[in-house]
């Protein structure tokens, strides 16, 4: 098996926890370097994994023979690093949000196609079981014509961290907005054609977004519905999926598993039923007397596989594979963050 000669710049909580654990278990990987600013995190890789060291992005460049580089820097500077790594012949895999800007993703996307080099922006949500339970759900066709997706991240945290402040590229809608609004448009297999959103500093202590409320409709006619509120005492309802002809919500059970609760009914034993166009109502009533017979079906999350997101890196990287992530969705993703701030007034 071709190995890939990794390094990962920035050792943070996304970089030190789960990039660098799943490059040491994955024999497609080898990790030969890594890049931060803290001299006391190189060491503590260097202790850990036998790696160099580096503090300077450049130099790591120059003297490692890289195949691969993840990118978990903060926010500010993915568009720099990204571009200079594939400037020196190396593929990118970079973490979310892909910039702080739709601006500088397309710097990004262009350096890509100018040199040649894969990119690759990881969003892991779609790589979920809770997505893969959605997806199955909707292949089999219960709930009918998917026309509404609900979709709420909330609790209540009074961050005063660095993603609390606007000039590191924090607030919840690079954070959170960056996954779920790929989540969504990757569920409804569509780009945005309308786009509203309210945005608000409610519970941080700092002065970027902690509540985003964005509806989005897609090109193929579903609405989005996205709450990422960090300011509610009490959670909201994580998923609400609406069809012609049925529901889906997701419920913990009393024993703490997770479901996906689906209420529909079988077109083919629907009553038949005329529209009636008169004005005044027949015997004064508005009820039609549609009876309809309703199924309902309770499916575990615990049930589906999540997608190892390293498995999908190797077949892109390694093997020359079909993106798990193509560049220009994740570039949608930016472009449908950036018309949430303008119509937010943000």
Known sequence: MKKL??????????????????????????LVAVTDPLSERLEEARVNYSVKGYTDFNKLL???????IVVASPTPFHVTQS??????????????????????????????????????????HRATSETQAILSILERGLIGQLYMIK??????????????????????????GAHHIDQLLYLASSKAKKISCSMRRIASLGDADDVVKAVIETENGIILDLDIN???????????????????????KSDGKVIFK?????????????????????GRSYSNFDNLKWYEEEISISDFKPIDFYDKCYEYYALNGHPF?????TLEVMRVMQECRIDAGW
């Not at 960090?230 to 419920?251: D, F, K, N, Y």
């Open 325 to 329: 992530v193509p560049a220009e969705q």
């Open 62 to 68: 120059e003297e490692e023979k890289l195949d691969l």
């Open 83 to 124: 571009i200079a790594a594939m400037e020196h012949g190396v593929d990118v895999f970079l973490e979310k949000p892909m910039a702080q800007s739709y601006e500088e993703a397309k710097h990004i996307v262009e350096c890509m196609k100018k040199t040649g080099r894969k990119l690759m922006v990881y969003q892991p």
């Open 262 to 282: 689906v209420r529909y009914y079988k077109e083919e034993e629907a009553p038949a039923l005329e529209l009636f166009d008169q004005l005044a109502a027949k």
């Open 151 to 176: 979709m709420a991240r909330s609790s209540y945290i009074r961050r005063n961290d660095w993603q609390s402040l606007k000039k590191y590229g924090g607030g919840m809608l690079n954070n959170y």
């Open 5 to 30: 000669r990794t390094a990962v710049a920035g050792l943070g909580r996304i970089g030190w926890g789960y990039h660098i654990p799943n490059i040491i278990k994955h024999e497609g990987f080898e």
């Open 230 to 252: 960090m300011a509610s005492a009490i959670p909201l309802s994580p998923w609400t999926i609406m069809g012609s002809r049925g529901t889906v919500v997701q419920e913990r």
